[in-house]
């Protein structure tokens, strides 16, 4: 593994051992206890978290939560390492990454939150029998290198009979949610893209969704929660009530229609109509894209390893109790 983290991502892992967190303080009756959370991106692929937020689960849980958009896992994980924040949102192939590297304070994810990919790949042209061999030699805006998006697209490919390095030319290096606009502007003769990007697309005429990433490389742990061992350690009531309230968005995300979800996140999304919001919750409950509950589970781990080793990304597989914690997502089902 060579390019997968920054040199200021190299740096952090260094300092990580002198770094305390930023949610020291522990929860004190009747205070709500301060929690920063980095999510890699803000979309409606996010649908509970969002739940959670606006139906005031993390604050019924005392937790008072800031939430940051960190764009792109590698950035997200440099500010859980850093201590800029406490919990990290983000495809969990950083934490691999960074326990690679040498972190020594683990990054452990205890959540995992979607079990779909989350993007969609967007032509020029309305394609009602699109094959994915019909990329063979075109040009496609494509994701980061080693992140995830990239990496479940690519074995998409591999899926397929293409080869993603001889058959097709991806462009690997527009930075994560430019894409869009680069497609606007010209590049490329597909994207992939995550929503609201790929709706916004085609309600401008300028692209169209002829496949879903999500279904076409089934089920995949695309995304988790994380955060440092120690932190961790030290505020194990934190972790419960954080996924405490996630569970709850998931339950409501699993019991409730495009229309009734659309409506309580909508305040997360002022630049979106509400009909744009739920016509892509809609096609996100389609193909199943959350799971029932937070459990990250073994097979789950090690099919994301198989997906990195696939992509030329993994030096040697990790140890799925080394990285996952399922004690809080256990106890939150229950409830």
Known sequence: ????????????????????????????????????????????????????????????????????????????????LSGDADIGFMGSEASIYAYQQG?????????????????????????PDFQW?????ADVLGGRKGGMPEMVFEYILKQNGIDPEKDVNIDRSIDFGSTAAAFMGGQGDFSVEFEPSATALEQQDAGYVVASC?????YVPYTAYSTKDSFMKENPEIIQGFTNALQKGMDYVNTH?????AKIIKPQFPENDLETIETIVERYQEQETWKDNLIFEKKSFELLENILEDAGELEKRVPYDKLVNTEFAEKAAKK
């Not at 999500?214 to 089934?218: A, L, N, R």
């Open 257 to 261: 229609t495009s229309d009734e979800i």
């Open 214 to 218: 999500g279904v076409d490389s089934g």
């Open 133 to 137: 061999s019909d990329l063979k030699g």
């Open 1 to 80: 593994m060579k390019k997968k983290i920054s040199v200021l991502f190299a740096v952090i892992l260094g300092l990580t051992a002198a770094l305390s967190g930023c949610g020291e303080g522990k929860k004190e009756e009747g205070q709500l206890v301060p929690v920063t959370l980095n999510e890699v991106a803000h979309s409606v692929f996010y649908a509970p978290q969002y739940v959670a937020i606006e139906e005031g689960y993390f604050v019924k849980e005392g937790i008072k939560l800031e939430l940051v958009t960190g764009f792109g896992a590698d950035k997200v994980m440099a500010a859980v």
């Open 103 to 127: 972190a020594q304070d683990t990054v452990v994810n205890f959540a995992q939150l979607t079990q779909r990919a989350g993007n969609f790949l967007v032509a020029r042209e309305e394609m």
